[in-house]
């Protein structure tokens, strides 16, 4: 039997066995607070601030192996958070002589913030990986489907033609606008070091002769940037990181709505490739890649709103603004890392039926192209007449079931205009072929 305190996803099934799900688990969280630590001790060591060996005690007395997770969770309530217990530990896994270097001069929001963007920084790698693979396929399905007719809709109900090619280009536009926002924030991501109240002062007073050049030295030593500030309160990194998993998931939920909706029985314009099956009904394969992507959007929202909610943090450090942030920022990381790996499988396996949706361009008996129809009559019959025309046929062959093209010939007012070619749904697709190549030149 497993600890009681273990998640195993067993509610989550859009980000289980995803990269993400692995980089912000407990134990990855407890390795980014050891990696916190060992670099703080490194950083002073290279500014002479501490011993070289006290470096390489810390750095090896570091192992996630030799602390327990759930001890650290336990305890973390007498002290609001887990770095308190955690100092203790490695302090006597360092040893007597060493041990006084132990997390020396900073507070415990120093090392839980640099963890947190040390974890967001690991996870948002793969996250960018399973971006870049989903646009790419998106982007094959866009080529290929270039000029394949499809109805429009707009309102739920048929609007004009348009493409699967430019669904799909539009699909890896927002999907390259995640990729950029992710890659900008993740090259942002600073570590955090400012002491007690953000002044630095516990290093000056443990000898440091210029102690802002330590923060630069620390984050050198754990891959992130620099900060201009100690931000104990100031938590532009946390709210931008927010936006932008808010705006992945969301931007990946527009995938998943439209594949959704397509994939229904009475529309099957797509498939998904590897659909799931139901419990109850063995006919059944369902979308379940885009189910979960459309879960993860409608949840990252308001996960993001916590994280700027803590925006208002009071005084130099505060209580409670800063401690609601870990687990909706953990969760963002996974929603947005899980929504990134089923998009990239659903965009690789996407199934399209070219002639389903060619057939459904006939579902209006005509009234898809009412628009054209009536640009091409207007120079004839005048803009109002040919609009009345148009309502008035419109509605005949709605409640006739016959083609308006077909009605349209029988009207003496238009049976000179030869309307054969503005009456065909798939010659009707306006620019949308250009645009979707000027997509696509889009990197």
């Known amino acids: 039997m497993t600890s009681a305190d273990s998640d195993s996803g067993l509610l989550a099934p859009g980000r289980v066995a995803s990269p993400a799900a692995a980089e912000t688990g407990d134990t990855a969280f407890l390795r980014a607070l050891l990696d916190a630590e060992a670099a703080l001790t490194r950083a002073q060591a290279g500014l002479g601030l501490v011993p070289a060996e006290a470096a390489t005690a810390v750095t090896e007395a570091a192992d996630p192996g030799r602390f327990d997770v759930v001890s650290l969770a336990e305890r973390a309530r007498g002290g609001g958070n887990p770095v308190i217990p ?37 996870a948002l790698g793969p996250v960018l990986t399973d971006l870049d693979r989903c646009q790419r396929a998106l982007g094959g399905l866009a080529a290929a489907h270039r000029d394949t007719p499809m109805p429009g809709r707009t309102l739920t109900q048929h609007a ?37 109240a953000g002044t630095l002062a516990a290093f ?12 630069a030295a620390y984050a050198a030593e ?20 927010a936006g932008a998993l808010a705006f992945t998931a969301g931007a990946l939920g527009k995938l998943a709505a439209d594949v959704l909706t397509l994939s229904r029985t009475e529309v099957a314009e797509v498939a998904e490739g590897g659909a799931g099956g139901s419990s109850a009904m063995p006919h059944k394969a369902n979308p379940v890649r885009a189910t979960l992507i ?26 409670g603004a800063w401690h609601a942030e870990w687990e909706p920022l953990r969760d963002l990381l996974r929603l947005a890392g899980g929504a990134a790996r089923d998009a990239a499988e659903l965009a690789d396996d996407l199934r399209v039926f070219p002639d389903t949706m060619r057939d459904h361009l006939g579902l209006t008996h005509g009234l898809i192209v ?60 306006g620019s949308a072929g250009v645009l979707t190549d000027r997509a696509l030149e889009r990197p």
């Open 86 to 122: 955690l100092i203790a530990d490695l302090t006597r896994a360092v040893g007597e002589d060493c041990g006084p270097y132990v997390h020396r001069g900073a507070t415990s929001q120093d090392v839980m913030d640099s963890a947190l963007m040390l974890v967001a920084h690991r």
């Open 294 to 319: 459309a879960a993860a959007a409608r949840r990252a929202p308001l996960l993001a709103a916590t994280l700027y909610g803590s925006l208002a943090a009071e005084d130099e450090r505060p209580a």
């Open 160 to 196: 004009v033609p348009t493409t699967f090619g430019l669904k799909a280009a539009g699909w890896r536009s927002l999907v390259l606008d995640a990729r950029d926002r992710v890659t900008a924030v993740r090259g942002s991501l600073p570590a955090q070091l400012g002491g007690a």
């Open 370 to 429: 009412s628009e054209r129809l009536s640009a091409e009559l207007a120079p004839v019959l005048g803009r109002a007449r040919a609009r009345e025309l148009l309502t008035r046929l419109s509605r005949r062959a709605y409640e006739e079931g016959r083609e308006l093209g077909e009605l349209l010939t029988e009207e003496d007012e238009s049976r000179d205009c030869d309307l054969s070619a503005a009456a065909d749904p798939a010659r009707y697709t």
């Open 222 to 241: 754990l891959g992130l940037r620099a900060p201009l500030l100690p931000w104990h309160t100031l938590r532009t990194p946390v709210a931008d990181l």
């Open 204 to 215: 000056t007073a443990y000898g440091a002769d210029d102690a802002t050049a330590l923060p």
